[in-house]
């Protein structure tokens, strides 16, 4: 129920905009996010957003670079991420739920996409 897209390689210094789409007539979240993974890690937060978009959420390490967006009329929610660095990559997911307010624990939410990879090149 969703789908992203978006990711590829870009030099550092670069930038990159992730968009996902959720599908389904009776699907409509309140709280969508996007996580990350790189090689060897844990997955991690990244943003998360409200369902009206007034208010977000950033995780510190990618904070004043990432901005999360959505458009509630077409169901997208999109990472714009600018001046990325080497260790900004891993493979992006979208998350979403239909519980209010931000979260930034995984198990918050229920939906998620199929994940789409993002490699920096310094």
């Known amino acids: 129920q969703l789908q992203a897209s978006g990711g590829g390689l870009v030099q550092a210094g670069g930038s990159v905009r992730l968009s996902c789409a959720a599908s389904?007539?009776?699907?409509?979240?309140?709280?969508m996010g996007w996580f990350r993974q790189a090689p060897g890690k844990d997955r991690e937060f990244v943003a998360a957003?409200?369902?009206?978009?007034?208010?977000?959420d950033y995780a510190d390490s990618v904070k004043g670079r990432f901005t999360i967006s959505r458009d509630n009329a077409k169901s997208t929610v999109d990472l714009q991420m600018n001046s990325l660095k080497s260790e900004d990559t891993a493979v992006y997911y979208c998350?979403?739920?239909?519980?209010?307010?931000?979260?930034?624990?995984?198990?918050?939410?229920?939906?998620w996409g199929q994940g789409t990879q993002v490699t920096v090149s310094s």
């Open positions: 998350a979403a739920d239909q519980r209010l307010g931000l979260r930034r624990d995984i198990g918050a939410y229920s939906v």
């Open positions: 389904g007539r009776t699907f409509k979240p309140s709280l």
């Open positions: 957003i409200t369902r009206s978009g007034a208010i977000t």
